[in-house]
């Protein structure tokens, strides 16, 4: 998720809480407060989780909480400590913790505001907050900084019969290959011939257009969220800039923390789940890919803020940090946008299939085999920063909410309708990557996740810092280096920039499972470490 929108530019420097319909006397005095002062309003409800009471900002509705451990806490609290008493957050962004409090006071917000423990400051949303709104209540609304600006980034892991001895003589060529099969870096374009009728029909189709088009496998819209395709997108309310932005780059793994990594299944946990999956051996090889809806979903985003100021303005919608553009769900502009989300969402899972498709390329060439005969298929593929109407229980009785993910993942638990027959007994597959160089997790969905996180769980690490101090602490070769003594073989196309997702520049992604595992949110079933990272 980045902030990078033109028009909010200005917007996202002062990240000040001043609220449209908050007075400022209030905010003057909720500045005030001391880091004391604001921790009375925090309590430790268990030894990860922590629950934030109302007063804590203007106009809660609701509670917040945030899942911690003892070193998680640290990180997150420190962010608070620094911004108590002069109103300023880092980056031109609230603390984490003040985020999940802002949401906590949007209109037509149920249950509570939730902070998973990979959970850092972000555009409005904090990345790692989730948020359910009730469909039914007309004053509940839908904002664009609770998805993020890469709408549906995700992560979908692919398996192979391979064994780690196999790739070992090959690994420098596997990777060179998997390098110059996918397009990656910022301005990288897509070898997929595509012409405007055919990103007009992908934006509405999803998987469907892949599976048409000869890029996919029939069972891997089996092994997808949505099985690949959100059914309201409507291609006509995507902007014509967007879709100029999305043609080019379809089929492309861009840059930031996006990457494809070969992984070894290092540890299993949970020997059922893992079975079903098809990861039956330590040593065997996976394939994960990292990636989202490029500048499409950027621009969808970016627009989206432009229309829905003028709609709060119109009626008369208070929030607390201007970040936290929104319009009421069924309002023309609420409609708008997640109609665009969903094409945008559909535009990721066509770019993740088309990914799928030149790795099992890859593979197959340097095995001179087909990728059938390595059995490359999709384990599952989820999404994290996106928006679903989803059914869940408020108080005993089920409710229809409009819940936002922004840098969380669904989990849902054994016998959910809405997961793969395959999983019915073991929950759904959730896919955690790790930083750079780092282990990654897969995780299956729990009974207690739906009653406490709607079903929602971490996404991956978290950054601890911001990818300037990255700049200013590392250098490109340390980073290569440590890769190298690890026996990670590399292909980056920014080199320079390698530094920003650098392990030191992240949470530590064992402490974020391990929080997320403690509280029963979600359940480790396998952990799968890399031996090959091919990043933009």
């Given at each position: 998720?980045?902030?990078?929108?033109?028009?909010?530019?200005?917007?996202?420097?002062?990240?000040?809480?001043?609220?449209?319909?908050?007075?400022?006397?209030?905010?003057?005095?909720?500045?005030?407060?001391?880091?004391?002062?604001?921790?009375?309003?925090?309590?430790?409800?268990?030894?990860?989780c922590?629950?934030?009471k109302?007063?804590?900002?203007?106009?809660?509705?609701?509670?917040?909480?945030?899942?911690?451990?003892?070193?998680?806490?640290?990180?997150?609290?420190?962010?608070?400590?620094?911004?108590?008493?002069?109103?300023?957050?880092?980056?031109?962004?609230?603390?984490?913790?003040?985020?999940?409090?802002?949401?906590?006071?949007?209109p037509?917000?149920v249950?509570?505001?939730v902070?998973?423990p990979?959970?850092?400051?972000?555009y409005?949303f904090?990345?790692?907050?989730?948020?359910?709104f009730?469909?039914?209540?007309?004053?509940?609304?839908?904002s664009?900084?609770?998805?993020?600006?890469?709408?549906?980034?995700?992560?979908?892991?692919?398996?192979?019969?391979?064994?780690?001895?196999?790739?070992?003589?090959?690994k420098e060529q596997?990777?060179?290959?998997l390098?110059?099969?996918i397009?990656?870096g910022?301005?990288?374009?897509?070898?997929?011939?595509?012409?405007?009728?055919?990103?007009e029909?992908?934006?509405e189709?999803?998987?469907?257009w892949?599976?048409?088009?000869?890029?996919?496998?029939?069972?891997?819209?089996?092994?997808?969220?949505?099985?690949?395709?959100?059914?309201?997108?409507?291609?006509s309310?995507?902007?014509?800039?967007?879709?100029?932005?999305?043609?080019?780059q379809?089929?492309?793994l861009?840059?930031?923390?996006?990457?494809?990594?070969?992984?070894?299944?290092?540890?299993?946990?949970?020997?059922?789940?893992?079975?079903?999956?098809?990861?039956?051996?330590?040593?065997?090889?996976?394939?994960?890919?990292?990636?989202?809806?490029?500048?499409?979903?950027h621009q969808?985003?970016?627009?989206?803020?432009?229309?829905?100021?003028?709609a709060?303005?119109r009626?008369?919608?208070?929030v607390?940090?201007?970040?936290?553009?929104?319009?009421?769900i069924?309002?023309?502009?609420?409609?708008?946008?997640?109609?665009?989300?969903?094409?945008?969402?559909?535009?990721?899972w066509?770019?993740r299939s088309?990914?799928?498709?030149?790795?099992?390329q890859?593979?197959?060439?340097?095995f001179?085999t087909?990728p059938?005969?390595?059995?490359?298929?999709?384990?599952?593929?989820?999404?994290?920063?996106?928006?679903?109407?989803?059914?869940?229980?408020i108080?005993?009785?089920m409710?229809?909410?409009?819940?936002?993910?922004?840098?969380?993942?669904?989990?849902?638990?054994?016998?959910?309708?809405?997961?793969?027959?395959?999983?019915?007994?073991?929950?759904?597959?959730?896919?955690?990557?790790?930083?750079?160089?780092?282990?990654?997790?897969?995780?299956?969905?729990?009974?207690?996740?739906?009653?406490?996180?709607?079903?929602s769980?971490?996404?991956?690490?978290?950054?601890?810092?911001?990818?300037a101090?990255?700049?200013?602490?590392?250098?490109?070769?340390q980073?290569?280096?440590?890769?190298?003594?690890?026996?990670?073989a590399?292909?980056?196309?920014?080199?320079?920039?390698?530094?920003?997702?650098?392990?030191?520049?992240?949470?530590?992604?064992?402490?974020?499972?391990?929080t997320?595992?403690?509280?029963?949110?979600?359940?480790?079933a396998?952990?799968?470490?890399?031996?090959?990272?091919?990043?933009?």
């Open positions: 998720d980045r902030k990078g929108s033109t028009v909010h530019s200005e917007r996202a420097k002062m990240g000040d809480g001043e609220g449209i319909g908050t007075t400022d006397t209030a905010l003057v005095e909720y500045e005030k407060r001391t880091y004391n002062e604001e921790m009375r309003y925090l309590e430790k409800i268990t030894d990860v922590y629950r934030i109302k007063g804590f900002v203007p106009n809660m509705k609701v509670e917040g909480k945030f899942y911690v451990n003892k070193h998680l806490e640290d990180l997150c609290l420190e962010e608070l400590k620094l911004y108590a008493g002069r109103g300023g957050g880092a980056g031109g962004f609230l603390p984490a913790v003040k985020q999940i409090a802002n949401v906590a006071a949007l037509g917000i249950g509570t505001s902070g998973l990979d959970v850092h400051s972000g409005g904090a990345i790692g907050n989730m948020a359910a009730d469909m039914d209540d007309p004053e509940s609304i839908v664009p900084g609770g998805v993020g600006f890469d709408i549906n980034c995700g992560v979908r892991l692919l398996r192979t019969n391979l064994m780690e001895k196999d790739i070992a003589p090959i596997l990777a060179q290959s390098f110059d099969h397009p990656v910022v301005g990288s374009k897509g070898v997929i011939p595509m012409n405007a009728k055919d990103l029909e992908a934006l189709m999803g998987m469907d892949s599976l048409r088009e000869g890029y996919a496998w029939a069972e891997d819209k089996e092994h997808c969220e949505e099985y690949g395709r959100m059914l309201q997108a409507d291609a309310k995507v902007s014509q800039r967007a879709k100029k932005r999305g043609l080019p379809l089929g492309t861009g840059a930031g923390n996006h990457y494809a990594e070969i992984q070894i299944v290092d540890e299993i946990y949970d020997k059922q789940a893992a079975n079903r999956m098809g990861l039956n051996k330590v040593g065997q090889v996976c394939v994960m890919i990292h990636s989202g809806s490029r500048g499409l979903g969808v985003a970016t627009d989206a803020l432009v229309s829905m100021e003028k709060m303005k009626d008369n919608i208070m607390n940090d201007r970040q936290l553009a929104c319009a009421r069924n309002s023309e502009e609420g409609q708008n946008y997640l109609a665009a989300m969903a094409a945008a969402a559909n535009y990721a066509v770019n088309t990914m799928t498709f030149l790795t099992r890859a593979f197959a060439k340097a001179q087909t059938d005969e390595l059995d490359m298929h999709v384990i599952y593929d989820v999404s994290h920063n996106i928006a679903k109407v989803e059914k869940h229980f108080d005993g009785r409710r229809t909410l409009l819940v936002h993910r922004k840098g969380s993942t669904r989990a849902f638990p054994s016998h959910h309708p809405l997961i793969p027959v395959d999983y019915q007994l073991t929950g759904q597959p959730v896919l955690i990557g790790g930083t750079m160089g780092t282990c990654s997790y897969v995780l299956t969905g729990t009974d207690v996740g739906m009653r406490e996180t709607f079903g769980t971490c996404h991956g690490a978290g950054r601890a810092w911001s990818r101090k990255s700049r200013r602490e590392l250098t490109y070769e980073v290569l280096d440590k890769l190298a003594t690890q026996g990670i590399i292909r980056v196309a920014s080199p320079k920039l390698v530094m920003e997702e650098a392990p030191e520049s992240y949470k530590d992604v064992t402490q974020v499972v391990d997320c595992h403690r509280a029963d949110i979600s359940s480790k396998v952990k799968l470490r890399p031996v090959a990272v091919i990043k933009g």
